[in-house]
């Protein structure tokens, strides 16, 4: 396995991009390709939480693919700096796919509660003038996420926002309700939006579970593939919903019908998929 820390320096803020490579062995296929995926723990923005980074990513090796988890800048940097960070990530692994053995058709973005919103900015934003003025050294090919999986997302900054998430995001323009309506991605999906896996349960209280449910509509209004799971049972901040992820008296944390999700996500991680949308 290649595991490295790599420096991700984006709008002059630093993040870092720890590698889960797997290797290639003669006596299966010493040429092969595989998914990657980036991973984007949550934490209001404010942190980015250990619960949804290691354990995510060595699960996604268990399913065969590359995982990478990106520890973004977080309040007091405010947006797009995390965005930018995410997307000059992307380019990474592109830059190194052959040396990483990567599929270039298939670098996922994974995110957690507002590492969704993150994870969903660039699957909003890759391919506008946003990005190419905070990055003008790279192009829309380079930053452009083939596929997205959005964990009980963040995704509107409107009727059912989370408001922490929000201020932490904006900063002082977090009063301003044009800012908040921009990056409400429900508003912002468009043709070139990857298809995407989404998973939320109804009894989130934190994030409410009208910000997937928001996110899928438009997703189909656009015509894009999306698949998306909601269970009846669970609160906010499952990871994989298992004891692996659950600390001492948090038992709330472990949902049996929820941990399929991982399963799940890893079959439409390669599954093939059109990118004719």
């Known amino acids: 396995m290649r595991h490295e820390n790599l420096a991700v320096v984006a709008m002059n803020e630093s993040a870092s991009l720890t590698t889960y490579l797997l290797d290639n ?15 984007c723990p949550g934490g209001g923005y404010a942190f980015t939480s250990q619960r949804e980074a290691e354990s995510i990513a060595i699960q996604c090796n268990a399913r065969g693919l590359h995982a990478a988890i990106l520890r973004y800048s977080v309040a007091p940097a405010l947006f797009p700096t995390a965005l930018a960070q995410l997307a000059t990530a992307v380019a990474m692994v592109r830059e190194n796919a052959a040396l990483w053995q990567v599929d ?3 670098i996922s973005v994974l995110g957690f509660s507002a590492g969704g919103h993150l994870a969903a900015s660039l699957g909003v934003f890759w391919n ?9 050294n790279l192009t829309a090919a380079q930053v452009r996420p083939n596929r997205m999986v959005l964990c009980y997302p963040v995704i509107t900054g409107l009727a059912f926002a989370h408001e922490g998430s929000f201020r932490n995001l904006l900063g002082d323009a977090y009063e301003e309700v044009t800012k908040r309506q921009g990056l409400s991605l429900e508003t ?5 939006t990857p298809p995407t896996f989404i998973w939320h349960t109804a009894q989130d209280t934190d994030v409410p579970p009208q910000n997937s449910l928001l996110f899928a509509s438009a997703l189909l209004s656009n015509n894009i593939p999306c698949e998306l799971h909601v269970y009846p049972k669970g609160c906010h901040g499952l990871s994989l919903a298992n004891q692996e992820t659950c600390g001492p008296a948090q038992e709330f944390l472990i949902v049996p019908s929820c941990q399929n999700w991982i399963d799940m996500a890893g079959r439409f991680l390669w599954m093939a998929l059109s990118d004719e949308h």
Do not use: C, F, M, S
């Open 104 to 106: 270039t058709n298939n």
């Open 188 to 192: 912002q999906v468009n043709q070139d």
């Open 25 to 39: 062995v003669a006596e299966i296929d010493i040429h092969r390709k595989r998914p990657l995926v980036v991973i």
């Open 128 to 136: 506008t003038a946003l990005l190419r003025e905070a990055l003008p």
